[in-house]
């Protein structure tokens, strides 16, 4: 099968890569481009943990194709904190205690720093309902919701 | 499988014409990519329209009508304040669909040609008249959109056609949409029943009305029983008993985990009136949140 040749740009970076049509764009940041943080959960769009930004728009990257990153401008877990010092939310995370296994947080992170770019301010039903496409199977959600109140108000003193 | 991106509609449906095996088209790709994945369907070639130019513009006409491109999304509609405030039953419906990641990419025509009985933006397309303009080989042609599932998982397309705009009427004055479904949960489920209702007032009186079903038959289902029902009333008790009478009619569910038959039958007509209650006030001018805002 002939190999699609792919041009985007990852967390600001120009990336080239080389995939097969059907390969999603999970595969692709996982196998291909060692960026990890992203994770196949259920890979059918239900849970969430492959969550990404694709031209500032919230996606599964389980649902997206390789392919159809061409030109696209793509957001990871690991463009999010700035060198060593990370982002409110990944702070907030940790105070909060808002994470067990973990294999949830990538993408609930990824969800919630778009949540807080359209919505500063938000209400926790609007937190709730945005992370409602989010499955975590430790926490029980509750400290996760506290920890992304907790990092919008921080954020918003700070702006 | 061979992946295309064509610039244009016209090459979009030569691309098909003239491809052998399994052919879909890529818009949002949430259920291409669920069913390529879960090895139900793996298309030998697959289309990804997004290319193509104007397919992410949604365009108010100067007559009050809407062309929507086929590679807008469902966050993008919703985030369309005339747009939501024209049709917002259409666009709640839409707004159902999946979480945000999904809405991220979900489209109306996706929605549509994937023929799911349950989808939940077809009876709210299909109660506010919207139009499909297609193009294939043969050229163009605009049909209503409730003539283009025939079955679960099967359209009216022929071999190379696609849907290259959507078209969404005015709305005119006095008037009002809402869509409802029921779901065991309260998000993130597969509709149960779904019900669209489409009305416009002289007064207090319903001049004209539309009214669909989803998932209570093998398709979306136009209820003209159910509008006339409504017509010529104020929406008084006889008039919405007769409506749900008439939705529970056209009913002919199948039984499975999601609701048996007798509880489909029956909540397709009480989805019916909700929605019925909502497109009223909000023809007389209020508004009213239907589902989460
Ligand atoms: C987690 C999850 C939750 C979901 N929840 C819901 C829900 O609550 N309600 C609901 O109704 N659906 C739901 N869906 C299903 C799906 O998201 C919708 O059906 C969506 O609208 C499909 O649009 P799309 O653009 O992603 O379609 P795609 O997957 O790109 O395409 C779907 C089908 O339509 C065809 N097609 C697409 N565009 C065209 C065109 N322009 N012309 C001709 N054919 C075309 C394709 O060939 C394919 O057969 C859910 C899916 C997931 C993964
Ligand atoms: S892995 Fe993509 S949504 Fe679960
Ligand atoms: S911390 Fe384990 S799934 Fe969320």
Known sequence: MSKIHVTTTVNGDEMEFLCDPRETLLDVLRDRLNLTGAKEGCGTGDCGACSVTMNGRLVCSCLVLGAEAEGAEIATVEGIAQGDRLHPLQRKFIEHAALQCGICTPGILVAAKALLEKHPDPTEEQVRFWLAGNLCRCTGYDKIIRAVMDAAAEMREAA | ?293
């Not at chain 2, 088209?25 to 298309?43: E, H, I, K, Y």
């Not at chain 2, 917002?88 to 991220?104: F, R, V, Y």
């Not at chain 2, 009619?249 to 199948?254: D, E, K």
């Open chain 2, 1 to 293: 499988m061979q992946f295309h991106s064509p610039a244009t509609f016209v090459e979009a449906a030569a691309l098909a014409a003239e491809a052998q095996g399994v052919t879909r088209f890529l818009a949002g790709g949430t259920d291409v990519l669920v069913q390529l994945r879960s090895d139900m369907v793996t298309p030998d070639t697959l289309i990804d329209i997004k290319k193509i130019g104007g397919v992410r513009d949604i365009k108010l006409n100067d007559d009050g009508s809407w062309t929507l491109g086929v590679a807008v999304s469902g966050a993008e509609m919703n985030e369309h304040g005339p747009l939501r405030a024209a049709w917002p039953g259409l666009c709640e419906a839409m707004d159902l669909i999946g979480s945000t990641q999904i809405q991220g990419r979900a489209t109306l025509a996706g929605n549509l040609c994937n023929g799911s009985p349950a989808a939940d933006s077809v009876p709210a397309m299909v109660a506010a008249c919207v139009t499909a303009t297609i193009t294939g080989p043969q050229g163009e042609r605009t049909v209503a959109v409730e003539s283009i599932p025939t079955g679960p998982g099967l359209t009216s397309l022929e071999k190379g056609e696609l849907i290259s705009a959507l078209h969404i009427p005015a709305r005119g004055e006095n008037a009002g949409d809402a869509y409802l479904r029921f779901i065991p949960r309260t998000e993130m489920d597969i509709a149960v029943v779904g019900a669209a209702v489409n009305l416009r007032l002289d007064g207090d009186t319903i001049t004209e009305a539309r009214v669909a079903l989803g998932a209570v038959a093998p398709t979306v289902r136009l209820v003209p029983e159910a509008a006339e029902a409504l017509i010529g009333s104020t929406l008084d008790d006889g008039a919405l008993e007769k409506l749900v009478a008439a939705c529970s009619a056209a009913c002919s569910p199948i039984d499975d985990k999601r609701g048996t038959i007798a509880f489909r039958t029956e909540v397709a007509g009480v989805m019916a009136k909700r929605a019925a209650r909502i497109a009223y006030a909000r023809a007389k001018g209020e508004t009213i949140e239907g589902h989460h805002g």
